[in-house]
T-cell receptor
Framework: DVKVTQSSRYLVKRTGEKVFLECVQD?????MFWYRQDPGLGLRLIYF???????EKGDIPEGYSVSREKKERFSLILESASTNQTSMYLC??????????????FGPGTRLTVL | AQSVTQPDIHITVSEGASLELRCNYS??????LFWYVQSPGQGLQLLLK??????LVQGIKGFEAEFKRSQSSFNLRKPSVHWSDAAEYFC?????????????FGPGTSLSVIP
């Protein structure tokens, strides 16, 4: 089974702190994604990466950056956390079959609270 | 731009009753369509997907969905709901013309099941 793990299930940080959210997948997937999930808004794509050291902005990249130094690991960074970044963060990965039919496999999520 | 709407924010059904969750999309051509389920405390799991062929798609856990081009809909159905089906359900569409990695999620429908 594909396994996507996220470093923390719950995280509480203070405004202005630098926050790292880590995601690891064990299926040698090329693609990895970071989403933000808010009630009534569904999932919104923050960033995705289709290869090591490659990244693309999603729909809401402002206030976030990412790092992918190794194929299995994709990190989301909040340079200076703000209260409006309080949310559930979901990581996903997929193997690119060359079509948009790729199934994305999700981690359990990290619920981040910024005080 | 493509978008996905799920008209029902929350639905409650009795165990054993039938279920239909509505999904409408906005897209210029035939999109790739997905249904994901998120059980409490879990990441999202793919239920089924449609990209061509038979418009009635079978998925896991006894779910099916029907693509209706004339109505721009991709409704999810199950003939008899089990208590374990209580979860959040997300419809999603992928853009076939641009980045195949970009999947747009709907806002979700929360399903409660009464014993």
């Amino acid at each position: 089974d594909v396994k996507v793990t996220q470093s923390s299930r719950y995280l509480v940080k203070r405004t202005g702190e630098k926050v790292f959210l880590e995601c690891v997948q064990d299926m040698d997937h090329e693609n990895m994604f970071w989403y933000r999930q808010d009630p009534g808004l569904g999932l919104r794509l923050i960033y995705f990466s289709y290869d090591v050291k490659m990244k693309e902005k999603g729909d809401i990249p402002e206030g976030y950056s990412v790092s992918r130094e190794k194929k299995e690991r994709f990190s989301l960074i909040l340079e200076s956390a703000s209260t409006n970044q309080t949310s559930m963060y979901l990581c996903a990965s997929s193997y690119p079959s060359g079509t948009a039919t790729d199934t994305q496999y999700f981690g359990p999520g990290t619920r981040l609270t910024v005080l | 731009a493509q978008s996905v709407t799920q008209p029902d924010i929350h639905i409650t059904v009795s165990e054993g009753a039938s279920l239909e969750l509505r999904c409408n999309y906005s897209y210029g051509a035939t999109p790739y369509l997905f249904w994901y389920v998120q059980s409490p405390g879990q990441g999202l799991q793919l239920l089924l997907k449609y990209f061509s062929g038979d418009t009635l798609v079978q998925g896991i856990k006894g779910f099916e969905a029907e693509f209706k081009r004339s109505q721009s809909s991709f409704n999810l159905r199950k003939p008899s709901v089990h208590w374990s089906d209580a979860a959040e359900y997300f419809c999603a569409v992928a853009d076939r013309k641009t980045s195949y990695d970009k999947v747009i999620f709907g806002p979700g429908t929360s399903l409660s099941v009464i014993p």
